[in-house]
C-alpha cells in the first residue's frame, strides 16, 4: 500500500487546520481546501514546512462546482482517498424575527448540502480504500449545537443537527463499503468563528482545535469493527452562552 491520503475542507485555520496538521504527522497526503485563498496558501505553506505532501484548492465550499473541482483535483494528485474531513462551517446568530435569507441559505448550503455532496464526489475512491482496508473514515464537524437547539443559533443548530443525522445514516448506508463516519460535536472551541463569544466565553476557558485533532488520531487507530458514530465535547459546566434567549 502507498501513501494514504486526505482531504480537509475548511482547513485554512481553527480545527481544519489543526486536523490536516495531525493528518500530516501521520504520514498523509493532504488536499486542504478553504474559501479564502490568502489564508488557504498561508496554512498550506505552513504544512509544506512541516515537510508534508499537500495541494490546496481555494473555492466557495456551498457552491458545487467548487466541490466538484476539489474532489477532482484530490483524485488527480493523490489516486486515493483514506479520510475526508468535512469541516467548512458557517454560523450567524440571529433571532428567528430577524432571520437574513442569504444568511440562512449560506449556513444551509456550507454546513448541510455540501457535506451531502462532497460525500457523493468523493464514495468511488472511498469505497477503494474501504475494500482494500476497511476502515476509510469520514469525520464530519457538527456541534454540541447539534445536539441540543440553541436560542439565537437556530439555523445553524438546524443544520449541525442535520450533520448528526446524515452522519448516522451514512453508518447504516455505508458499513458494507468499510467506510465509517463520525460526527464531531464540540462546544465552545478557541477559534476564529468563536470570535463573536469571546466577550462572553473567556478563551483560555474554551476547548482547543488540537482536543479536536487529537481525537481524529484515535479515529485512525481504531480496528475496522468499531464504529464512532459521535464525539461531544465539552467546557467543565457546560460552557452556555449566557444571556441570550
Given at each position: 500500500?502507498?501513501?494514504?491520503?486526505?482531504?480537509?475542507?475548511?482547513?485554512?485555520?481553527?480545527?481544519?487546520?489543526?486536523?490536516?496538521?495531525?493528518?500530516?504527522?501521520?504520514?498523509?497526503?493532504?488536499?486542504v481546501a478553504a474559501r479564502r485563498a490568502d489564508k488557504l496558501q498561508?496554512?498550506?505553506?505552513?504544512?509544506?514546512?512541516?515537510?508534508?505532501?499537500?495541494?490546496?484548492?481555494?473555492?466557495?465550499?456551498?457552491?458545487?462546482?467548487?466541490?466538484?473541482?476539489?474532489?477532482?483535483?484530490?483524485?488527480?494528485?493523490?489516486?486515493?482517498?483514506?479520510?475526508?474531513?468535512?469541516?467548512?462551517?458557517?454560523?450567524?446568530?440571529?433571532?428567528?424575527?430577524?432571520?437574513?435569507?442569504?444568511?440562512?441559505?449560506?449556513?444551509l448550503n456550507t454546513n448541510l448540502r455540501a457535506i451531502f455532496l462532497f460525500?457523493?464526489?468523493?464514495?468511488?475512491?472511498?469505497?477503494?480504500?474501504?475494500?482494500?482496508?476497511?476502515?476509510?473514515?469520514?469525520?464530519?464537524?457538527?456541534?454540541?449545537?447539534?445536539?441540543?437547539?440553541?436560542?439565537?443559533?437556530?439555523?445553524?443548530?438546524?443544520?449541525?443537527?442535520?450533520?448528526?443525522?446524515?452522519?448516522?445514516?451514512?453508518?447504516?448506508?455505508?458499513?458494507?463499503?468499510?467506510?465509517?463516519?463520525?460526527?464531531?460535536?464540540?462546544?465552545?472551541?478557541?477559534?476564529?468563528?468563536?470570535?463573536?463569544?469571546?466577550?462572553?466565553?473567556?478563551?483560555?476557558?474554551?476547548?482547543?482545535?488540537?482536543?479536536?485533532?487529537?481525537?481524529?488520531?484515535?479515529?485512525?487507530?481504531?480496528?475496522?469493527?468499531?464504529?464512532?458514530?459521535?464525539?461531544?465535547?465539552?467546557?467543565?459546566?457546560?460552557?452556555?452562552?449566557?444571556?441570550?434567549?
Amino acid at each position: 500500500m502507498g501513501q494514504r491520503a486526505a482531504l480537509v475542507t475548511g482547513a485554512s485555520s481553527g480545527i481544519g487546520l489543526a486536523i490536516a496538521e495531525m493528518l500530516g504527522e501521520e504520514g498523509f497526503g493532504l488536499t486542504v481546501a478553504a474559501r479564502r485563498a490568502d489564508k488557504l496558501q498561508a496554512a498550506a505553506d505552513g504544512l509544506r514546512d512541516n515537510g508534508y505532501d499537500v495541494q490546496q484548492v481555494a473555492g466557495n465550499l456551498g457552491d458545487e462546482d467548487t466541490i466538484k473541482a476539489v474532489a477532482a483535483q484530490h483524485a488527480e494528485r493523490f489516486g486515493r482517498l483514506d479520510v475526508l474531513v468535512n469541516n467548512a462551517g458557517v454560523g450567524f446568530g440571529e433571532l428567528v424575527g430577524d432571520l437574513t435569507t442569504k444568511k440562512v441559505d449560506l449556513q444551509l448550503n456550507t454546513n448541510l448540502r455540501a457535506i451531502f455532496l462532497f460525500y457523493r464526489e468523493c464514495a468511488p475512491l472511498l469505497k477503494v480504500a474501504g475494500a482494500e482496508h476497511a476502515n476509510a473514515l469520514v469525520v464530519n464537524t457538527s456541534s454540541i449545537s447539534g445536539k441540543v437547539g440553541e436560542a439565537w443559533l437556530s439555523v445553524y443548530s438546524a443544520t449541525k443537527h442535520g450533520v448528526v443525522g446524515f452522519t448516522q445514516a451514512m453508518n447504516k448506508e455505508l458499513a458494507g463499503d468499510g467506510i465509517k463516519s463520525t460526527a464531531l460535536c464540540p462546544g465552545f472551541v478557541d477559534t476564529p468563528m468563536t470570535a463573536f463569544v469571546k466577550e462572553h466565553v473567556p478563551a483560555e476557558t474554551m476547548i482547543t482545535p488540537r482536543d479536536i485533532a487529537e481525537s481524529v488520531r484515535y479515529l485512525l487507530k481504531t480496528s475496522p469493527g468499531c464504529v464512532i458514530p459521535e464525539i461531544q465535547f465539552l467546557q467543565p459546566g457546560g460552557g452556555a452562552l449566557p444571556g441570550i434567549g
